[in-house]
């Protein structure tokens, strides 16, 4: 089992759609999560880190269920310029552990 | 305030050849990770250096060896190339008692 497994994309949604995605993890001893996101063949860049049970930007909310040990995504009234892959993970002592990352496509 | 560089950022190299990857963190960082990041999948850490010692090394082999110097700098090193270590290569840069990483642009290596 991968530490870290996201939703398989890609994820094709209007705009102006809300869509949501889930991370699940495995090491129950993380502390720190985070979703980055990743345009075509550049850098991830940090969108959110996740301490505690959640987090909010904007039209970005990022809830963490330590129980059930995912985190999840959230984007309110897409726009086309969310258009990328997303990734999420945690901070294991110094190393990211990153998922696969989910594409996402919003459409006119 | 120049954030994290790398060099170079595309590489074709043939299998067996060696190849060396540069980074420069970002203004006042001290920590430099390596990350492989295959096409459709997520960064996979390599390993990290802080005070010019490797501090965790990820699950790759000994043929990925690195170094960073006194200003922070830092080198990654493949030998034996293998079509399989054709990837995106990325470096982060951080403060070693924080968390959050800022990434390069990457280098995008080819073994052809």
């Known amino acids: 089992r991968k530490e870290v497994e996201q939703d398989p994309g890609p994820f094709n949604v209007p705009e102006g759609a809300t869509v949501a995605f889930n991370c699940t993890y495995s090491?129950?001893?993380?502390?720190?999560f985070f979703w980055y996101r990743q345009d075509c063949r550049k850098e991830p860049k940090l969108l959110m880190s996740?301490?505690?049970s959640g987090n909010e930007d904007g039209r970005f909310t990022a809830q963490l269920n330590r129980a059930s040990q995912y985190i999840s995504l959230l984007i309110r009234d897409s726009k086309l310029s969310d258009s990328a892959t997303y990734l999420c993970?945690?901070?294991?002592?110094?190393?990211?552990?990153f998922g696969q990352g989910t594409e996402l496509s919003v459409k006119p | 305030d120049a954030g994290v560089t790398q060099s170079p950022t595309h590489l074709i190299k043939t299998r067996g050849q060696q190849v060396t990857l540069r980074c420069s963190p970002k203004s006042g960082h001290d920590t430099v990770s390596w990350y492989q990041q295959a096409l459709g999948q997520g960064p996979q850490f390599i390993f990290q250096y802080y005070e010019e010692e490797e501090r965790q090394r990820g699950n790759f082999p000994d043929r990925f060896s690195g170094h960073q110097f006194p200003n922070y700098s830092s080198e990654l090193n493949v030998n034996a190339l293998l079509l399989g270590d054709s990837a995106l290569y990325l470096c982060?840069?951080?403060?070693?008692?924080?968390?959050?990483?800022?990434f390069g642009a990457g280098t995008r290596l080819s073994v052809l």
């Open positions: 982060a840069s951080s403060l070693f008692s924080r968390e959050v990483e800022d």
């Open positions: 090491n129950s001893a993380s502390q720190s």
């Open positions: 993970g945690n901070n294991q002592g110094g190393k990211l552990i």
């Open positions: 996740v301490y505690s």
